[in-house]
């Protein structure tokens, strides 16, 4: 009888939402990031025919985009917040050409480093409290994320760069060389993040980067630039989840031990 009763407890008490299987999100709640992604610039330099814009999503430019690395680190503070620093590496250019200032032909080139914090909130969250109809994957494990995260997110950093300027920019009177050659930028966005198994996931991002700077470009004119520049940055990475102790700290060394994350 005992034989009998004991292995439909157990399935009962799997059954049952659980607070403690509901926290095994804190024994992986350190992420490292790393990806490629684009740049492109919205200044005063460049962008539509027309004046006719939103937000310069009318002067994202395949000519004019750029490639970036990227390398992040995520902290889990709860189930669907997390905390995120980023470090980006990237290009920016723009050219009048096209334009509706193709006669002035000012165009610039620059590099740029973005260090940046970022607060993210998940809409669609990868952990999710057991079901009956959830419990086990297809090798008989418990199975307790989804797998696909979508979130918002939001921030704020700092901006370096060092444009490089044609002769017809370079010759404009509004044309500082001394001009200030850092910024504060303000991220945000939305991402999705696709989990492979408890190690690893796929993920990306798109978002405007509001900076408080109008020299990203080099140039800033008096009379026509009425905002500061910004800038688009998408980007795909892969992320490695990070095994965490009991004292919350991040194993990155020392034997590995079996879990169901």
Known sequence: MIKRVFPIILLVIFCLPQQGNAQRW????????????????????????????????KDLSIKHT?????????????????????????????SDEGSKNNDRGFE?????????????YSIISEEKRYQSSALFNKRGMI????????????????????????????????????????GIVLPGGIGLKYVINQNWSVGGEFGIRFTATDYLDGYS??????????????????????????????????????TFL
Do not use: C
């Open 26 to 57: 804190k024994l992986r709640r350190y992420e490292a990031l790393f990806g490629v992604g684009f740049l492109n610039y919205f200044g005063d330099i460049g962008g539509a025919a027309t004046s006719d814009n939103w937000f310069g999503l």
């Open 66 to 94: 750029r490639p970036s690395l990227y390398l992040g680190a995520r902290y889990k503070i709860r189930e669907n917040m997390s905390v995120k620093m980023n470090l980006m590496y990237g290009f920016l250019a723009g």
């Open 108 to 120: 610039f080139s620059t590099n740029i480093f973005e260090p940046s914090v970022q607060f993210e």
């Open 143 to 182: 199975n307790n994320f989804s797998q696909i995260n979508l979130y918002l997110y939001a921030g704020i950093g700092g901006v370096f760069f060092n444009p490089k300027v044609n002769d017809a920019l370079e010759n404009a009177v509004a044309y500082d060389p001394d001009h200030p050659k850092a």
């Open 221 to 258: 004119h008096p009379e026509f630039s009425r905002a500061n520049d910004l800038y688009y940055f998408g980007f795909i990475n892969g992320i490695y989840r990070i095994r965490t102790s009991r004292a919350g700290v991040p194993i990155i060394f020392g034997r590995k031990r079996k």
